[in-house]
């Protein structure tokens, strides 16, 4: 089975832009999370979509936003970009089932995308 | 809310030395556990979970965990570690919870060196 894949890998934006990143969620998988990661803040939670409607959100700006397709497939956009947005993006996805929700869904995680603000 | 301490931001070890990596959390509901690596450029693998049960958890590459209730805390633990463990390694938390969320909460990570 293959992995979650992110595209870009890798990105360079200037303040002020605009960017739109994508993951591909492991087949089958219906959840995905995004989390950005800073050498300053460690390893943070942005927002969490499952069969195309956000579940749960992180305390980000609403600069920060995503959506997800039939497919399951996300992506996350970052409006007017910022220097302190350099980070590396990751996604998870998992099986996401929400009859049980109590339940314990594992979450794989892509390669990233590491974005960079000039 | 939850939180996660990892004690330690940086641990070196000579090469087929043990190590334990610390972690503790702060929740005011009951808790799933994990441990992730990360290797450079590259995305969160997972080492171990616990979920319930038996409180000594097994995961890959040789590692293992305790799950210690009282004291709120989850080592990771290695009896002989090899160069290729060199990298860094999150300690994270899920609240049980009757909502559907499903975030992990992470440590700020320790990175682990393993000298020749």
């Known amino acids: 089975k293959a992995g979650v894949t992110q595209t870009p890998r890798y990105l360079i934006k200037t303040r002020g832009q605009q960017v739109t990143l994508s993951c591909s969620p492991i087949?089958?998988?219906?959840?995905v999370s995004w989390y950005q990661q800073t050498p300053g803040q460690g390893l943070q939670f942005l927002f969490e979509?499952?069969?195309?409607?956000?579940?749960n959100k992180g305390n980000f700006p609403g600069r920060f936003s995503g959506r997800q397709f039939s497919n399951s497939r996300s992506e996350m956009n970052v409006s007017t970009l910022e220097l302190g947005d350099s980070a590396l993006y990751l996604c998870?996805?998992?099986?996401?089932?929400?009859?049980?929700?109590?339940?314990?869904?594992?979450?794989?995680f892509g390669p990233g995308t590491r974005l960079t603000v000039l | 809310a939850q939180s996660v301490t990892q004690l330690d931001s940086q641990v070196p070890v000579f090469e087929e030395a043990p190590v334990e990596l610390r972690c503790n959390y702060s929740s005011s509901v009951s808790v799933y556990l994990f441990w992730y690596v990360q290797y450079p450029n590259q995305g969160l693998q997972l080492l171990l979970k616990y979920l319930s049960g038996s409180t000594l958890v097994k995961g890959i590459n040789g590692f293992e965990a305790e799950f210690n209730k009282s004291q709120t805390s989850f080592h990771l633990r290695k009896p002989s570690v090899h160069i290729s463990d060199t990298a860094e390694y999150f300690c994270?938390?899920?609240?049980?919870?009757?909502?559907?969320?499903?975030?992990?909460?992470f440590g700020s990570g320790t990175q682990l060196t393993v000298l020749p």
């Open positions: 087949s089958g998988h219906r959840s």
């Open positions: 979509y499952f069969s195309e409607t956000q579940r």
């Open positions: 998870a996805s998992s099986l996401g089932a929400p009859g049980v929700p109590r339940g314990y869904n594992e979450q794989f």
């Open positions: 994270a938390v899920r609240m049980i919870s009757s909502g559907s969320a499903r975030q992990l909460t």
